[in-house]
């Protein structure tokens, strides 16, 4: 894959890769007890959100895909993260190394559509990478929000699962799934 196709542009945002420019305002980010409440339960530190971003870059150097940040088109203005990982995650799932959806932005643009828009791009983005493998994404069944930017998006209730202790539901997208909106 080349260099402009790790690049996303919609209306509104721009995806770009993450690097060291955008660790404080993931910094910001992460701490927010607003962010974490349902990833994680608790505020990240700037170790963990350090090994984050590294993991990111990670997964851009060893498997060409991976997390974008996501930067307000209009105001250059870091807004949150969103993209694709393969965590090696153990849920007793016949999934198990399909690219796992993510998303979190920043909690004075919620509300806008941005992760909607952004989630939907990436989407897109994977529909040309994998044409053929569905991807997943792991949510907390008290998260409404994600819960419902992940139906516009095409994911489906696949099945519930208890992961590091907390219930989580795992939702499935096909190729082509939730592509109007």
Known sequence: MSHFDRQIDTERLMLRL??????????????????????????????????????????????DYGYWVVIERETGRYVGEVGFADY????GLPSKGVPEAGWALVPDVHGKGYATEAVLAATRWADRRWPSSPTICMIDPENALSLRVAQKCGYVPMQRVT???????????????????
């Open 88 to 91: 090696q995650r153990d849920l």
């Open 163 to 181: 992961y590091r202790g907390m219930e989580s539901m795992i939702c499935e997208r096909v190729v082509g799934a939730g592509q109007a909106g």
């Open 18 to 63: 993450p690097s060291r420019d955008h660790f404080e305002s993931s910094v910001a980010m992460w701490s927010d007890s607003g962010v974490t409440r349902f990833i994680g339960g608790r505020p990240f530190t700037r170790e963990e959100t350090w090994a984050r971003l590294l993991r990111y870059i990670g997964h851009w150097q060893m498997l």
